[in-house]
């Protein structure tokens, strides 16, 4: 039973991680109808700052932090200029946004092997929080896991307090609904995308620092958005609170399955997951279902 | 009897009911009109008859048949085609690839066909490309079939449309909308092509309109629809007097 | 340097192209986009160096195989994902391909994550040239037909080719078949070239680099896909001195090529005799037309 609760456990701490990333995705998602591959490229580049900033220049953890979050915050805005803004404006199809996304994610993945100082070696975090567990009972649960899981927690409630609460959260799920619509009534959808890019982008930093501090730190961490993005569409596509529980479902399932099965089969199940998802309900679990007007 | 008859046709988006049981009927050979203000469901009409959209209650019979929720590309197959309110042609492609594209099923050569260049092949491909030329001579289009569709004045662009439609040597033609942003003059010439067409080609229409003229001009019924339900039915001079269309259009007399 | 170099370059372009020209069919002509052919290949590849390997066929039969497989699997993959709008059926080609992948690094039959070694060295620059011409004259004579027209009208207005009578689904799933078929030789072809198999040959990344390469090419022009294939896959290894920095240059040129020219290098037209008489005809008269106005407007 106590296996029971500790893989839950697990499975909590990673999926919240997957929240933030999804977040991050299923926001672009909502507003520009594609998915945002350069994603993991930013949270990448989140986890190589939190370690320059931590190892280098020695900041304090909470300051490193934040500064990662706001570099990623900035890149992501950096990528939306460039790659995507010329194609909204010439209107192109969401498919040659998917592309550029890719080279963005190409271009970022082999800048950071290429450069000489950065280099494709991994690079472990400083120790933040000491191996020793909190025991209750006997549940033994890491130090970082339990931060993970609440700096996550604390992300995602500002962010939904921030969607639901304020003006430009209204503004923001306006645009969702209807890019052009609410350009016509009076709302800065450039400003909008561009806070959209910002939160997403600092999200994912705050993900990328999370990931580097559980696990090391390489230019192909990318990948793991893989696994943010199945929880995105598992969870509905456009939907926030659909991304955070289809990613705390997957965190638990892949804990799960690594657990009871074998830690082999975790990254296939995400797969199969997405596969079922699509078939069975593909706007997912709290997505919306819409029928193509004539 | 008609040719084509809708039984209690319903359908419903969610909460909102854009077709509320609606019985109609459109006789063989005659041009049909189907009025009614903006959002009555007069489009949707159209897509549930020819398959776009799934009905939610009620029955499609078409030449005897039942073609209730059928797959579009079927429902095309046994004659019934339709033009569109924002015209969807093969923009990119030119005038004459777009007619001939729709004469496709008039062959049947295999994929295999294709790839071997067999004789069945070839003489289908000639039989599509005189099929095609004629077509397009017959509406007037002969001079312009190397252009870009995308590039043509926009009522040469809806002339294509039907032309392409009646590649497929439909019985039943829907149009939808044909007249949108013509000049009274283009309006006159395309009445001429419509009651032309449907001479030559042996053919019933159902028109959507808002032009007046031309649906009192051409049309021999009219069925006028409000918020999805059938609100009248008759001759143009039938609709014109009817209290209830009048009301609909204009308001109540105070 | 010299022959054996240019002509290993080539022979890898030809195997790319080879899925490029099944890709071109399927994304370029029919509108489907897909970030999971790689996998076909995989499957292709596995299953010929089965065939080759384990029951000592010989190449040609065994290759058949490989396209074989691919385009089963395909065809399973197609009945359940092609009728998901376009958005969808991207995502679920990605995940079709990443989960082969690790099915493949899992599975120790093949070899797992280690790969396979010891295949035969089957493939030569002339077979992979034999392969590709028969795939282009096929690939031409397909879109030269109703059949190719039905498919460029499903790219074109999915909603008005279906009025016309266009089985849309029918068709996606055609140009799926073949495509996953074309992508299965070619990794047929691969396996026996690189004379070993490994599933991260096959991963997210060849399969974007494919979907860039017929992008590049133009969508819709085969001669586009030729080009796009022998360009892309010649050029990094040209510039395989400045190794690490190569792929930063070609994600920035992604991105590049998208801003900015988005139809590829041919923009959809094909580079036939025809087409070459009429681009010299139209060059010419505007030639004339220029000097016409220059002289009346004295």
């Known amino acids: ?114 450069i000489p100082a950065i280099g494709p070696t991994f690079r472990t975090y400083p120790e933040i929080f000491n191996k020793q567990p909190i025991k209750i009972g006997e549940l033994a649960m890491g130090k970082l896991d339990i931060a993970m899981f609440l ?63 559980k696990y090391t730190v390489y230019p192909q961490i990318g990948i793991i958005t893989n696994k943010s993005f199945i929880a995105a569409v598992f969870g509905g596509l456009g939907s926030l609170p659909g991304a955070v529980i289809g990613s705390v479902l997957l965190g638990i399932i892949e804990t799960f399955t690594a657990g009871y099965l074998s830690s082999q089969y975790r990254d296939l199940i995400a797969f199969v997951l997405l596969i079922t998802v699509l078939v069975v309900r593909p706007m997912g679990l709290m997505g919306k279902v819409t029928e193509d007007k004539a | ?49 020819t398959g776009v959209y799934k009905v939610t209650s009620g029955k499609i019979i078409f030449d005897g048949k039942d073609i209730t929720n059928k797959e579009p590309y ?36 295999s994929l295999l066909d294709s790839v071997l260049r067999s004789p069945k092949f070839r003489k289908q491909e000639k039989k599509l490309n005189e099929q095609a030329a004629e077509l397009i001579e017959i509406m007037g289009l002969e001079d312009r079939k190397d ?48 009651s032309e067409i449907r001479k030559k080609f042996n053919l019933t229409i159902l028109i959507i309109e808002h032009h007046m003229d ?30 209830s269309v009048i009301e609909a259009y204009l308001g109540v007399e105070v | 340097m010299g022959n054996e170099y240019i002509l290993g370059i080539l022979t890898l372009a030809g195997i790319n192209l080879m899925t490029v020209l099944g890709l071109s069919l399927l994304t370029g002509f029919t509108g489907l986009f897909s970030f999971g052919h790689a996998g076909f290949m995989a499957i292709g590849g596995y299953a010929t160096a089965l065939m080759t390997v384990n029951f000592h066929w010989p190449f040609i039969p065994a290759l058949l195989v490989g ?52 295949i035969p060295h089957y493939t030569s620059f002339l077979n992979v040239l034999g392969v590709n011409i028969v795939a282009i004259i096929v690939l031409a004579n397909l879109i030269h037909s109703r059949h190719g027209r039905n498919m460029i009208a499903v790219r074109e207005e999915e909603l008005a080719s279906q009025i016309v009578g266009i089985d849309v689904f029918k068709y996606k799933m055609t140009s799926l078949i073949i495509s996953a078929a074309y992508a299965g030789i070619a990794g047929g072809l691969m396996g026996h070239y690189m004379t070993f198999l490994q599933p991260k040959m096959f991963s997210l990344a060849k399969s974007t680099e494919l979907t860039i390469i017929v992008i ?60 070459m008489k009429k681009l010299f005809r139209n060059i010419a008269s505007k030639r004339k037309n220029t000097l016409q106005r220059a002289g009346g407007d004295k």
């Open chain 2, 74 to 109: 079927l429902i095309a197959e046994s004659g019934i085609t339709r033009t569109f309110q924002n015209i969807r042609l093969f923009k990119k492609l030119t005038v004459y690839e777009n007619v001939l594209t729709a004469c496709h099923y008039n062959a049947n050569y």
């Open chain 1, 151 to 213: 700096i996550s927690a604390i992300c995602l409630i500002i962010l939904i307090y921030i969607i639901d609460h304020t003006k430009i959260g209204k503004a923001i799920q306006a645009t969702s609904y209807n890019l052009k619509a609410s350009a016509l009534m009076g709302v800065n959808t450039d400003f909008i995308l561009i806070t959209v890019f910002l939160m997403g982008g600092f999200l994912a930093g705050i993900a990328g620092v999370l990931f580097g501090m």
């Open chain 2, 214 to 243: 031309l649906v009192m001009g051409i049309c021999e019924n009219i069925m006028v629809l409000n918020f999805g339900c059938k609100l009248a039915e008759g001759t143009p001079t039938e609709v014109q007097n009817d209290k």
């Open chain 3, 67 to 118: 396209g074989l497989a691919a385009a089963l699997v395909s065809a399973a993959l197609g009945k359940v994902t092609l009728n998901l709008k376009g958005d969808y059926f991207c995502i679920a080609t990605l995940g079709f391909g990443e989960a082969i992948r690790l099915i493949l690094d899992n599975v120790q039959t093949f070899g797992g994550a280690r790969g396979w070694p010891g």
């Open chain 2, 147 to 194: 252009l870009i569709a995308n590039n043509l004045p926009y009522g040469l662009q809806r002339r294509l449309e039907i032309a392409r439609a009646l590649a497929l040597m439909p019985k039943l033609l829907l149009l939808d909308e044909p007249a949108a942003g013509m000049n009274p003059d283009e309006t006159e010439q395309l009445m001429k092509l419509i």
């Open chain 2, 1 to 49: 009897m008609g040719i084509l008859e809708l039984q209690g046709l319903t359908k419903t988006f969610g909460g909102l009911t854009a077709v509320g049981d609606v019985n109609f009927n459109v006789e063989k050979d005659s041009i049909t009109g189907l009025i009614g203000p903006n959002g009555a469901g007069k489009t949707t009409i159209f897509n549930l008859i």
């Open chain 1, 1 to 114: 039973m106590t296996q029971f609760f500790q893989q839950l456990i697990n499975g909590l701490s990673i999926g919240s991680v997957y929240a933030l990333m999804a977040v991050g995705y299923s926001l672009v998602y909502s507003i520009m109808n594609f998915s945002n591959f350069a994603h993991g490229g930013v949270i990448m580049f989140g986890a190589y700052f939190g370690f320059f900033f931590l190892t280098f220049l020695k900041f304090p953890f909470p300051l490193a932090f934040i500064s990662a979050a706001i570099c990623s915050a900035i890149l992501a805005l950096i990528i939306e200029r460039v790659a995507y803004k010329p194609l909204r404006e010439r209107r192109a199809p969401f498919l040659y946004f998917i592309i550029s996304a890719m080279g963005a994610s190409i271009f970022m993945e082999n800048l950071v092997i290429a």
């Open chain 3, 216 to 275: 590049f090419g133009g969508l819709g022009s085969i001669s586009g896909s030729v080009l796009g294939a022998l360009v892309l896959t010649s050029l990094p290894e040209i510039l395989r001195a400045f190794s690490s920095w190569r792929l930063v240059f070609y994600g920035l040129a992604v991105i590049f090529i998208m801003i900015s020219r988005p139809e590829g290098l041919m923009g959809g037209y094909e580079l036939t005799p025809s087409s």
